[in-house]
């Protein structure tokens, strides 16, 4: 069976061609099961969780409770450990208010990479103005992946918090998180990790990583819009207070007063986006049902052919590691002496859709030396056949520039 076809967004054409879309890492398509299990909640079952003691009230609670379940099942953590959140972004967010806010001190210093997104970098800012911290960076290798020995000689007593991407969503290089964690917790440092590019692409087992938070988002990894993850370890999470505060993250409200919910309800004020989490987790059994491990096979043979037909044409630059083994899910590259905007229109126009821009990364822009790229990613769907459209309409764009 061909896997699209549980898609009816990739049976679109475009331009007289079918879709190939090839800019999962900006958000993936989603699956006739997520739908459908997003559908026939409001369907069926649509009430307000945590509140009503009637039938209704209670299967959509049962429902929610589940979501959050099944991806703590799958990510090997407790379920009072996973936060709903509206995205990636939203986690960070959360964690550099309700975390980094109150424990980070006049003096002390916040590590991060020179390769993050905006999302794992703005937050940080804000916490180092605020606070009067300083924040440092560490530079990348040749190979366009975590410098060890920069990364370990920058940490030292006044380390903080330290932030990083599982896998860029500019190079794609995967972090070796677990060795990074075990160095920043040797300092005392507590442990962020952007997990939007890594979810839904290979097995995830944050017990075995060690991570004190880790954060993602629901529609890059099949799920909808709207809903993400907050990961963190059970005794800080106890240790934070609210961000937002409203209707059922309470135990006891009076006129002047009024005391908290234990994780993960203290962090969920209000009604949450109780469809989108079960759609997230639908798209969680989803992936499982495929298996991780098989996906991340079979999506490191789709890098290693796509790596091995663009070294072919010599205009081709490609930014990140050039082993498909080091890296995940999406490959960045600029054509010479063409801006990625233009080539991106001429492949739009054979119904290839890739990113071209600076995805969110303006410092590792400045870092590589170019304003813009292009972006080529992957999700479970992706075909080797869409690689050689690529490569065909490619060479289209070399002709037309000639």
Not at 104 to 114: K, N, R, W
Not at 155 to 163: D, E, P, S, W
Request: aromatic letters at 8%; glycine letters at 8%; charged letters at 20%.
């Amino acid at each position: 069976m061909n896997r699209q076809d549980d898609f009816a967004m990739l049976q679109r054409q475009e331009n007289g061609a079918p879709l190939a879309y090839l800019d999962s890492a900006s958000t993936s398509q989603k699956p006739t099961v997520v739908l459908e299990a997003m559908r026939a909640f409001y369907q069926k079952s649509n009430a307000n969780v945590h509140r009503g003691n009637y039938q209704l009230a209670e299967e959509a609670t049962e429902a929610y409770e589940g979501a959050r379940k099944t991806i703590a099942d799958a990510l090997k953590v407790p379920s009072s450990t996973i936060i709903f959140t509206k995205s990636t972004t939203d986690g960070l967010n959360l964690v550099a208010q309700s975390f980094a806010l109150s424990e980070v001190q006049p003096g002390d210093e916040i590590l991060l990479t020179v390769a993050e997104h905006h999302a794992n970098l703005l937050p940080w800012q804000r916490v180092a103005q605020q606070k009067g911290a300083r924040l440092r960076f560490v530079d990348l290798n040749a190979n366009g992946e975590i410098d060890w020995a920069a990364f370990e000689k920058k940490l030292n007593q006044k380390t903080k918090l330290v932030a990083f991407a599982h896998v860029s969503n500019v190079l794609g290089s995967v972090a070796p998180v677990k060795a990074l964690t075990r160095l920043a917790h040797a300092y005392g440092a507590t442990v962020v990790v952007d997990g939007a590019q890594a979810i839904g692409h290979f097995p995830v087992d944050l017990k075995d990583l060690d991570v004190d938070f880790y954060a993602f988002s629901g529609h890059k990894a099949l799920g909808p819009t709207g809903i993400g993850v907050l990961y963190g370890k059970s005794a800080l999470l106890e240790e934070m207070a609210p961000v937002q505060l409203g209707g059922e993250m309470i135990e006891t409200v009076t006129k002047t007063s009024a005391t908290f919910a234990k994780s993960p309800f203290k962090f969920e004020a209000g009604t949450p986006n109780i469809a989108g989490a079960i759609g997230l987790a639908r798209a969680m059994t989803y992936l499982e049902e495929i298996g991780l491990s098989q996906i991340e096979k079979e999506e490191q043979g789709l890098l290693s052919y796509a790596l091995k037909e663009l070294a072919k044409l010599p205009e081709i630059v490609i930014y990140g590691p050039l082993s498909a083994a080091r890296r995940s899910g999406l490959i960045a590259f600029n054509v010479r002496g063409v801006h990625p905007h233009d080539v991106g229109t001429i492949l739009d126009m054979d119904g290839l859709t890739l990113r071209a821009g600076q995805h969110c990364a303006q410092p590792l822009m400045t870092a590589l030396g170019v304003s813009s790229t292009l972006r080529l990613s992957f999700s479970v769907y992706s075909q080797k056949e869409e690689i050689d459209r690529l490569i065909l309409s490619l060479k289209r764009v070399l002709e037309v520039f000639s």
